[in-house]
C-alpha cells in the first residue's frame, strides 16, 4: 500500500491495485457498456507488474481469481468489447461490478498467491487448483551416511494413520515450494551431471559388507552417480560433493549456467541444434531454481505443518502463554462467507490434543442481511453472534467452559469475540486469536503478540485448531449454498 493514500488522486488505484475512497457506481446505475468500459479503463491504469486479480459482484463476493505476468494486459482483456471468455465464464461478466489485484515479486509469486486464495475462498468460476495439489519441494537428507536428493510433495514427512515421521525425512533440509515441477524434476537431473549425488531410494550404510558386490545402476556407468551403494566414493568425499550442491542451491549457479550456454552456443555453430535446444531447456531448468519461495512463508500449511503429538501440544501451549492453568479443552472458532451470501460460522473442539466431533457446531449467521455501502459480509458482527449464541449457556451454567478458546483471526477478530462476551456479562476463560500468514498469537490483555517457532508443538495445534474449524465452516457454506442454488 502507499505510504499516504490521502495522497492518491480520486479514482486511481494505488501501487497494490487496490481502489482508493471513491466506490463505483451503484449496481443497476450503469448500462452493461458502461460498467464494462469503467472497469477496463481501471484496469489499463493498473502498474505493470505481475499478480494476482479478483473479480467481485456488487455485493464483493470474489467471483474468479486469476494470476497475471502483467496486470494490465491481463485484467483489461476481460473488459474489452471483443472478449469471448468460453462457455463457463462467459456469463461472469454480467456479475463483475469491481475488481482487486495484489502485485507479486515476480510470476512464481503470483502463482502461489493465486493457488492459495483460490483454495481458500472457492470462487465460483474458478475451476482448476481447487483439489488437494501441492507445489513440489527439494528435499536434501542429512542423516543418512549417503544423503540423497529427491522431490517430494509432503515435506513434513508424515507417513501413515500414527503420523510417523520418515526417517530420510528427519533433519532434511527442505527448499520449496517451488511453481514448475517439470523444470524442477530437469534442473535435479542437470546438477547431478555436476555434483554426482543419488537420487534412489536405497538404504546405504558406510562400510557395509554387501556394498562390495552390489552392481550400481545405469547412473553410475553414465557418469551421473558416484555409487556409494557400489562402494565406489568415501564418506568424506560424497559428503564434499553433497555441500557443495546445497551451496550451489544457495548461490546464483552463474557458473554452471555459463559453461552450458558455451555449449548450446558451439551446439548451435556446429548445426546441431537438437542438442542445442536441450541445454537451452536445461539453461531454463536451472534458472527457474531461484522461482520458489519457503515453508516459512506458509503458502502450503495443509502440507507443511506435520503430525501434532497430542501430548506434547497442550503443555507447549500451556508454556508459551504462561498460564498455570492446565489446557485439556480447546474450541476454535472461524467465520466464512466469501463464496456467496450465506455467512456462517462454526466451533470445534479439541480434547487433550485430539478433534472430538461430538462438540462441533455449525451456526447460520442471522445478525444482518444487507450492509451500508454494498457490503455482503460482515467478520465481526459474525463472530460476535457466532461466540454470543455458542456461550450464551456456559454462562447460564448449563454447559462447561472449554480451558481456551481459539478465534480465527487478529487483533480485531479478537476483540470482537471479547465484546459479545460483555453483552453476555460473564468472566470467558483464556481467549486467543491466530493470525494468519504471520502465525501470530494474540492473547487477550497483552499489547504485543506471541511469535512461537514454526515447529513448537503449541503452535502447531493452534493451527490443527484453526484449519479445522475453517474446514468444518467452508463445508457447512457450501452445503447451504448448493441448498440454494437447487431449491433444496
Known amino acids: 500500500m502507499a505510504d499516504d493514500p490521502d495522497q492518491i488522486p480520486p479514482g486511481k488505484l494505488d501501487d497494490d491495485g487496490f481502489r482508493t475512497d471513491v466506490p463505483p457506481p451503484e449496481w443497476g446505475s450503469e448500462t452493461r457498456e458502461e460498467r464494462l468500459g469503467r472497469l477496463l479503463k481501471d484496469a489499463r491504469d493498473l502498474p505493470p507488474k505481475p499478480g494476482v486479480y479478483l473479480l467481485k459482484d456488487a455485493k464483493g463476493v470474489v467471483l474468479y481469481v486469476g494470476k497475471a505476468s502483467k496486470l494490465p494486459d491481463r485484467v483489461s482483456s476481460y473488459f474489452i468489447p471483443s472478449a469471448d471468455l468460453g462457455p463457463k465464464k462467459q456469463p461472469m461478466l454480467e456479475l463483475v461490478h469491481t475488481f482487486d489485484t495484489l502485485t507479486c515479486e515476480g510470476e512464481w509469486e503470483a502463482v502461489l498467491t493465486e493457488t492459495r486464495l483460490i483454495k481458500d475462498i472457492k470462487p465460483r ?17 542429512r542423516r543418512e551416511d549417503f544423503p540423497r536428493v529427491f522431490v517430494t ?30 523444470a524442477l524434476r530437469e534442473a535435479v537431473q542437470v546438477a547431478q551431471r555436476v555434483f554426482k549425488y543419488r537420487t534412489c531410494k536405497l538404504d546405504i550404510i558406510e562400510n557395509d559388507p554387501k556394498n562390495r558386490r552390489f ?11 558416484s555409487a556409494p551403494c557400489a562402494d565406489k566414493v568415501s564418506k568424506e568425499a560424497y559428503r564434499t560433493d553433497i555441500d557443495r550442491f546445497v551451496r550451489f542451491l544457495s548461490s546464483k549457479r552463474s557458473s554452471l549456467i555459463g559453461e552450458l550456454t558455451e ?25 527457474k531454481l531461484d522461482e520458489r519461495s519457503t515453508t516459512r512463508a506458509g503458502w502450503q500449511p495443509e502440507v507443511e505443518i506435520g503430525y501434532i503429538d497430542p501430548a506434547k501440544g497442550p503443555l507447549a501451549l500451556q ?9 485439556r479443552c480447546v474450541e476454535g472458532i472461524d467465520i466464512a ?30 445478525t444482518f442481511t444487507n450492509l451500508p455501502g454494498g457490503r455482503a459480509n460482515d467478520d465481526y458482527m459474525s463472530m460476535r453472534e457466532v461466540v454470543s449464541r455458542r456461550y450464551r449457556e456456559a ?7 472449554p480451558d481456551l478458546i481459539l478465534i480465527d483471526g487478529g487483533p480485531g477478530q479478537l476483540a470482537a469475540a471479547m465484546e459479545a462476551f460483555d453483552t453476555l456479562d460473564i468472566k470467558p476463560p483464556l481467549v486467543i486469536g491466530l493470525a494468519k500468514k504471520e502465525e501470530l498469537v494474540y492473547v487477550t490483555g497483552r499489547d504485543e503478540p506471541i511469535k512461537l517457532g514454526r515447529n513448537n508443538a503449541g503452535l502447531r495445534l493452534c493451527q490443527a485448531v484453526r484449519d479445522e474449524a475453517h474446514r468444518f465452516a467452508q463445508h457447512y457454506h457450501h452445503t447451504l449454498r448448493r441448498k440454494r442454488m437447487l431449491g433444496e
Open 337 to 366: 462467507h466469501l463464496q456467496g451470501g450465506e455467512t456462517v460460522g462454526s466451533k470445534v473442539c479439541f480434547i487433550d490434543g485430539k478433534p472430538f466431533k461430538n462438540e462441533y457446531r455449525r451456526f447460520r449467521i442471522k
Open 263 to 287: 555449449e548450446m552456443k558451439q551446439a548451435a555453430t556446429d548445426l546441431d541444434y537438437e542438442t542445442a535446444a536441450a541445454l537451452r531447456d536445461q539453461i531454463h531448468a536451472l534458472k
Open 395 to 401: 454462562g447460564a451454567g448449563e454447559e462447561l467452559f
Open 125 to 141: 468460476f474458478n475451476s482448476l487448483m481447487t483439489d488437494g495439489k501441492s507445489f513440489p519441494y527439494l528435499v536434501v537428507t
Open 319 to 327: 508454556k508459551a502463554l504462561g498460564t498455570d492453568r492446565e489446557i
Open 153 to 182: 510433495r509432503n515435506p513434513s514427512g508424515v507417513v501413515g494413520s500414527a503420523g510417523e515421521t520418515a526417517p530420510e525425512m528427519k533433519g532434511a533440509l527442505v527448499l520449496g515450494p517451488f511453481t514448475n515441477s517439470g
Open 215 to 225: 552392481r550400481p545402476c545405469l547412473l553410475y556407468a553414465i557418469d551421473q552417480c
